[in-house]
């Protein structure tokens, strides 16, 4: 499966942001989902992932009750909606993609999309 992520920008403190995460290939709805970031200088971290049927999400702690992350699987496509932004959030995003169940590890990722940087200013 080939990933494409995009919606990112640069936005002020407390505004919102959608990316959004066009699949293409194999069956979309075969594949737990994921979004990570990565700061410069820093491991890429876990931010929220979803399960195949979108019955199931997993937010780090940092994300919820500000971000949502959905899927519409007829239009192979995830989403990240991310209000309230902080400028802690600056980095860049990545979508991935997993068979089996949601996973916060990295590791646990067969495919992955290109970044698209995020940027909040104070």
């Known amino acids: 499966v080939q990933l494409q992520a995009s919606g990112g920008g640069l936005v002020q403190a407390g505004g919102s942001l959608r990316l959004s995460c066009a699949a293409t290939?194999?069956?979309?709805?075969?594949?737990?989902m994921g979004w990570f970031r990565q700061a410069p200088g820093e491991e890429r971290e876990f931010v929220a992932a979803?399960?195949?049927?979108?019955?199931?999400?997993s937010y780090t702690d940092s994300a919820k009750g500000r971000f949502t992350i959905s899927r519409d699987n007829a239009k192979n496509t995830v989403y990240l909606q991310m209000n309230s932004l902080k400028p802690e959030d600056t980095a860049a995003y990545y979508c991935?993609?997993?068979?089996?169940?949601?996973?916060?590890?990295?590791?646990?990722?067969?495919?992955w999309g290109q970044g698209t940087l995020v940027t909040v200013s104070s």
């Open positions: 290939g194999r069956t979309f709805s075969s594949y737990a």
């Open positions: 991935a993609a997993r068979g089996g169940v949601v996973s916060r590890t990295p590791a646990g990722y067969d495919y």
């Open positions: 979803i399960s195949r049927s979108g019955s199931i999400t």
